[in-house]
Nanobody, 125 residues
């Protein structure tokens, strides 16, 4: 059974950094596209970033330059490094896996078959 477990969330002041991790199990991790999404209270879940099996990363425009997605196939883990955090980054962050190495329609939630339960990030001003 596919499992995705996020960690690394917490509370930080504006301008600080956090690194989220998502450990995968139950499938051939190295063949799946991985993505990060987030949902703020009262808002829809939104796309953050994705990374293909070849390491190609694509970000939502508003976060480019502050967030970095990466993956370590040896550890079956995908990371989201978040720098210069802002209060508007406060949200539950979710890891997702797509059963394709190429990230087809990678910004669309419906293109991901597996989801973690999320990790909370809170940024105070």
């Amino acid at each position: 059974q596919v499992q995705l477990v996020e960690s690394g969330g917490g509370s930080v002041q504006a301008g600080g950094s956090l690194r989220l991790s998502c450990e995968a199990s139950g499938y051939t991790y190295s063949t799946y596209c991985m993505g990060w999404f987030r949902r703020a209270t009262g808002k829809e879940r939104e796309y953050v970033a994705r990374i293909s099996t070849a390491g190609g990363a694509i970000y939502t425009d508003s976060l480019w330059g502050r967030f970095t997605i990466s993956r370590d196939s040896a550890k079956n883990t995908v990371y989201l490094q978040m720098d210069r955090l802002k209060p508007e980054d406060t949200a539950m962050y979710y890891c997702a896996a797509q059963t394709s190495p190429y990230c087809y329609s990678g910004s669309s939630q419906s293109s991901y078959q597996y989801w973690g339960r999320g990790t909370q990030v809170t940024v105070s001003s």
